[in-house]
């Protein structure tokens, strides 16, 4: 603390103060580092060295030399159609989250305070019920003699009872209930923030109700959905619970096979290497949302400027 | 009227699409609690009569249910301990300091948020299986702490941030030590934030599976993985019990939030829950940025 006692020599007040407010901004700076350290220690001893260590452990071979041949043996054969269901089925359940999360983000952001708030408790209090449970529930509705299938009978909808279990439109299904609160906290946190007096203007200028939705409401909302988009299909990526209870052997998804390789096979390395092709794609995915949210953001400025 | 009025065939149309959405977040939820009291578990809904028997079987002698229950509450109060040290060191040096490479910091700290989950488990798996330290409740625990710190350390910067530094510095000027301004006057006024983030922490660390499923030993099971091989391999009815209560045990901890928050005076209240996972992935986003 030595650095906090004015030096005898300075008398003018400008540089005393300056002393003064760089010991101080010192004095905060240590204090934070000191308050930073465990966090970031335990991050890099617990998060980002095991990350690195799994990289290490996929360029190895089985006598310990660089190898890419787990990388190889990802994009082949059974590996490969894995893969590509992951990509298929994170797809599939992203684009169904952004459109029943944008109609029911679209409603709510209509709703008056107080309704809205609790329409919002409703969506966002199943995200914090074990997904696990919620595809438990699932389950139990889509099953053979379950309450869908039992009441689309009732009705005698043709072709009911459906197969809806251990399937693709099962895990979409199952996956896209577990992804929508995200979607529509993304998007309605957007939609709440849009002028409504723009779509009144247009509405004055002669455009159509189309129109209107089609060249202010939906370019306005764009931001939310490439947002919300592109973060679904990140966590769809990774994501374990419900393609393996809901879906059959046709949607084994990566992170199944990653369980398998380390669990029944032993097959460590090739279950790094896939893990480092997840991440891969995480990263391409977060890359691609920042490229066009600079690109949105370029082309906006530019409108405000002409 | 400065507002595009809505048809009210458009009106009829958003109310009814947005109640069935609505539905179909809850019906999943709504029929477990349900079917936990029918007679017949996995039978005709809704059941044709009702009973307790599956709740009183998920304590009896031979269950496996109480192990996984009480292993489960140990790791998530351990990683519930470790989260809070965490998150309030790491929010003080966010909001209250000038702390170098910020952004990266900060970034650091979410990243765990988005990067998936099954990859953190394997990078775990790879530590701690040479340590000969799987099915250890601390190596659960510290492998939950990786998500949950995130968590808590987002929701105690936005307390940090609720919290006049005046104050603070009001009580440093008349001599009063870092540690006693800490202990007498940021900690009581940071109450409110530090219960809902060990709230939030212990939910997370309850309800997760992955981490818990590459770091468990044969015996040394928790709740979400026992439920979870009952669920893939064994038929055993009383499984909808166990998720009714972990049905109710995440109702009650929303609650408590919510009771607390209220109670943290006018500053605390906005929103019922202003600081969920969605938030974090949004502001994950805007780092990655």
Known sequence: MAVLAPAPGAAAPVPGKKRLSRALSERRTRFGLLNAAPVVVYLLVLFVYPIFSTLLLSLKGDDGAFTLHWYADAFKGANLEILLTTLRISAETSLLSLVVGFVLAAAVSRLKPLWAGLVMVVVVVPHFISALVRTYGWIILLGEHGVVNNALTGLHFPGAPFQLLYNEVGVVIGTTSVMLPYTVLLLYAVMKGIDRRLMAAAASMGAGRLTIFRRVYVPLVAPGLVNAGILCFILCLGYYITPALMGGPKQTMVA??????????????????????????????????KLLQSAGERYRNRGTAS | MTELRSTLAGR????????????????????????????????SFPPSSWT?????????????????????????????????????????????????????????????????????????????????????????ALGHTVLASPIAVMILMATLKGIDERLEDAAASMGASRLTVARRITLPLAMPG????????????????????????????????????VLQYDVDPSVTAISAILIGVAVVALALVAVVRRLGGPGQQEGLLPTEPGVGLAAGGETAS
């Open chain 1, 256 to 289: 199944s096979l990653i369980d398998t390789q380390v669990m029944k096979q032993d097959q460590w390395n090739g279950a790094s290497a896939l893990g480092i092709i997840l991440l891969l794609l995480t990263f391409a995915g977060l890359l691609l949302l």
């Open chain 2, 194 to 229: 530090l219960i809902a983030a060990a709230i939030f922490s212990f939910i997370t660390s309850f309800d997760e599976f992955f981490i818990s499923q590459f770091l468990s030993s044969v015996d040394t099971v928790t709740l979400p993985v026992q439920v979870f091989n």
């Open chain 2, 52 to 140: 307790l028997d599956w709740y009183k079987v998920l304590f009896a002698d031979e269950s496996k249910w109480p192990a996984a229950l009480s292993l489960s509450v140990l790791v998530a109060c351990l990683s519930t301990v470790f989260s809070l040290v965490l998150g309030m060191t790491a929010a003080t040096a966010l909001v209250r300091s000038d702390l170098p490479l910020r952004t990266a910091v900060y970034g650091l700290v979410l990243a765990p948020l988005v990067i998936p989950q099954v990859v953190i488990a394997l990078g775990l798996f790879l530590f701690f299986e040479p340590a000969a330290m799987l099915g250890s409740p601390v190596a659960i």
């Open chain 2, 12 to 43: 009829i149309t958003l109310t009814v699409l947005s109640t069935l959405t609505l539905l179909f977040l809850v019906l999943p939820i709504v029929v477990i609690v349900i079917t936990s009291f029918g007679k017949d578990a996995f039978g």
